[in-house]
């Protein structure tokens, strides 16, 4: 009877341990972090951001305020932006900026409210371009892009090409031609004729794709995708644990949004 009964109470034990081992693995398995995704429209085109959160925040109110306070300097379309206001100076254009804190700054973002931090760091990022293609990328090339009805002013199709027209605005086309001045650590920028002007339509929206990411970065993200208006920034993997896709469009008018002459799979890098 002894033995009879202390092989009961064994397989009894056995059958609690079974379902509390259970318990104890399923209350082991945290659930995946969700992927979130927010967006909106700047730059005259869209946004997308995409990431993975454990602690499921909704960045689209920081990412939107982000964007404006980009947008508020490097905007050929805001009448009152920095660039705006530099595009219609004389000569002389003080950007309220301290040179020495800006070269401090390893990410705009450790630059707290230095006063148009963006808008310099264009200016940076235009004049390594500028450098690095022989001078065939140029942010000067403001006046020509309006000429040709693709810039801020009202957009007229050029019929035919006036060649006297293109001449006279080329004399205000040239790097070269602005010069910036440190006057007790202050930045200023000195162009020859009020006719000069930036556009910095070949580095905006790439230079706010990295902004997001360092963003999500001083956050704790690891895995994102920042997208606007197709230009593109990846990081880790996405909701399937692979590297992130995206699709070039076939490049006809009549293509759908859909219609991807090919994907492209980004490993870190833009």
């Not at 202050?186 to 706010?208: C, E, I, M, R, S």
């Given at each position: 009877?002894?033995s009879?009964?202390?092989?009961?109470?064994?397989?009894m034990?056995n059958s609690l341990?079974?379902?509390?081992?259970?318990?104890?693995?399923a209350?082991?398995?945290?659930?995946?972090?969700?992927?979130?995704?927010?967006g909106?429209?700047t730059?005259?085109t869209?946004?997308?951001?995409t990431?993975?959160?454990?602690l499921?925040?909704?960045?689209?109110?920081?990412?939107?305020?982000l964007?404006?306070?980009?947008?508020?300097?490097?905007?050929?379309?805001?009448?009152?932006?920095?660039?705006?206001q530099?595009?219609?100076a004389?000569?002389?254009?003080?950007?309220?900026?301290?040179?020495?804190?800006f070269?401090?700054?390893i990410?705009?973002e450790?630059?707290?409210?230095?006063?148009n931090k963006?808008?310099?760091?264009?200016?940076?990022?235009?004049k390594w371009?500028?450098?690095?293609t022989?001078?065939?990328f140029?942010?000067?090339?403001?006046?020509?892009?309006?000429f040709w009805?693709?810039?801020y002013?009202?957009?007229?199709?050029?019929e035919k090409l006036?060649?006297?027209?293109v001449?006279?605005?080329?004399?205000?086309?040239g790097?070269?031609k602005?010069?910036?001045?440190?006057?007790?650590?202050?930045a200023?920028?000195?162009?020859?004729?009020?006719?000069v002007?930036l556009d910095?339509?070949?580095?905006g929206?790439?230079?706010a794709?990295?902004?997001?990411?360092?963003?999500?970065?001083?956050?704790g993200i690891?895995?994102?995708?920042?997208?606007i208006?197709?230009e593109?920034?990846?990081?880790?993997?996405?909701?399937?644990?692979?590297?992130w896709?995206i699709?070039i469009?076939t490049?006809?008018p009549?293509?759908?949004?859909?219609d991807?002459?090919?994907?492209?799979e980004?490993?870190n890098?833009?």
């Amino acid at each position: 009877m002894t033995s009879r009964l202390g092989a009961t109470l064994l397989k009894m034990k056995n059958s609690l341990w079974l379902p509390c081992l259970l318990i104890l693995l399923a209350g082991c398995q945290s659930e995946k972090p969700p992927y979130l995704a927010i967006g909106g429209e700047t730059m005259g085109t869209y946004y997308k951001v995409t990431y993975q959160d454990s602690l499921h925040r909704d960045f689209k109110h920081p990412v939107d305020s982000l964007l404006k306070v980009i947008n508020d300097e490097i905007s050929t379309y805001i009448p009152t932006s920095t660039v705006s206001q530099f595009n219609q100076a004389d000569s002389i254009f003080e950007l309220g900026l301290n040179l020495a804190e800006f070269d401090r700054c390893i990410i705009s973002e450790t630059c707290g409210n230095l006063k148009n931090k963006h808008f310099f760091a264009n200016l940076q990022a235009a004049k390594w371009a500028w450098e690095v293609t022989n001078h065939a990328f140029d942010p000067t090339v403001m006046p020509l892009v309006n000429f040709w009805g693709f810039g801020y002013t009202p957009q007229k199709a050029v019929e035919k090409l006036d060649s006297a027209k293109v001449d006279s605005l080329l004399q205000f086309v040239g790097f070269q031609k602005l010069e910036l001045l440190d006057r007790g650590g202050n930045a200023v920028l000195k162009k020859p004729a009020k006719g000069v002007q930036l556009d910095f339509g070949g580095t905006g929206q790439g230079y706010a794709i990295d902004e997001i990411a360092v963003f999500l970065e001083k956050r704790g993200i690891k895995n994102y995708l920042v997208d606007i208006g197709g230009e593109c920034r990846a990081r880790g993997v996405n909701a399937e644990g692979k590297n992130w896709r995206i699709g070039i469009n076939t490049p006809k008018p009549e293509a759908q949004v859909t219609d991807f002459e090919q994907m492209v799979e980004l490993e870190n890098r833009s």
